[in-house]
């Protein structure tokens, strides 16, 4: 499955943004979804994702009760919902796919598709 991520941007702190990942060559059906992100000179680390097939989500403890994830089945997309975003959420955001062995999934090393990730600047 190919991924392409996007909706990036230079937003204000408290501001709110829509990062999306759409699914090509294949569908997201069968595989479960996260979000990650890399800050300058940081580690990748965990935000989201699809764990369960029945649309059970986790989140890291930074970003919970501020993210969303969601996904549009006809439209083949996943969505990160950011809210209230905070200078240090500022990073590249990348989307990725896969069957990661269960409580594994806040590895990076879990998963085996990987979009090109999209560029989230909070600042004002």
């Known amino acids: 499955v190919q991924l392409q991520a996007s909706g990036g941007g230079l937003v204000q702190p408290g501001g709110s943004l829509r990062v999306s990942c759409a699914a090509s060559?294949?569908?997201?059906?069968?595989?479960?979804v996260a979000w990650f992100r890399q800050a300058p000179g940081k580690e990748r680390e965990f935000v989201a994702a699809?764990?369960?097939?029945?649309?059970?989500?986790l989140y890291t403890d930074s970003v919970k009760g501020r993210f969303t994830i969601s996904r549009d089945r006809a439209k083949n997309t996943v969505y990160l919902q950011m809210n209230s975003l905070k200078p240090e959420d500022t990073a590249i955001y990348f989307c990725?796919?896969?069957?990661?062995?269960?409580?594994?999934?806040?590895?990076?090393?879990?998963?085996?598709?990987w979009g090109q990730g999209t560029e989230v600047t909070v600042s004002s």
């Open positions: 699809f764990i369960y097939n029945g649309g059970d989500t």
């Open positions: 990725a796919a896969g069957r990661p062995p269960f409580g594994l999934w806040r590895q990076k090393e879990s998963w085996p598709y």
């Open positions: 060559g294949s569908t997201f059906s069968g595989y479960k």
